[in-house]
């Protein structure tokens, strides 16, 4: 059994940061990619960011990147995402992802989810 369990989000104002977390517990966490999806109402979920196992390679989605960072601390079993300088266009239900592996070129998802936390960007 593979669980993920977000936190961090919350309501911030444009320009401002937070951190999201993503606890996982259940299997080997070291040797795995990570990553977050995003889902904003009536749109389709989207890749947002992905870190690689032992935290040798990052990649973001264009629409975040050199505003987000994500990363992994493998003591803790847990991969962040660093959100700064948020826009409202962030807003939405951000979703912690585990593949088996890795992700394809697209970033397709992977086979585990968290239940996400909401993050909510005011102008």
């Known amino acids: 059994q593979v669980q993920l369990v977000e936190s961090g989000g919350g309501l911030v104002q444009a320009g401002g940061s937070l951190r999201l977390s993503c606890a996982a517990s259940g299997r080997t966490f070291d040797d795995y990619a990570m990553g977050w999806f995003r889902q904003a109402p009536g749109k389709e979920r989207e890749f947002v960011a992905a870190?690689?196992?032992?935290?040798?390679?990052?990649y973001y989605a264009d629409s975040v990147k050199g505003r987000f960072a994500c990363s992994r601390d493998d003591a803790k079993n847990t991969v962040y995402l660093q959100m700064n300088n948020l826009k409202p266009e962030d807003t939405a239900v951000y979703y912690c992802n585990a593949p088996v592996g890795y992700y394809n070129d697209n970033f397709a998802p992977g086979t585990y989810w968290g239940q996400g936390t909401q993050v909510t960007v005011s102008s």
């Open positions: 870190v690689s196992a032992q935290n040798v390679n990052s």
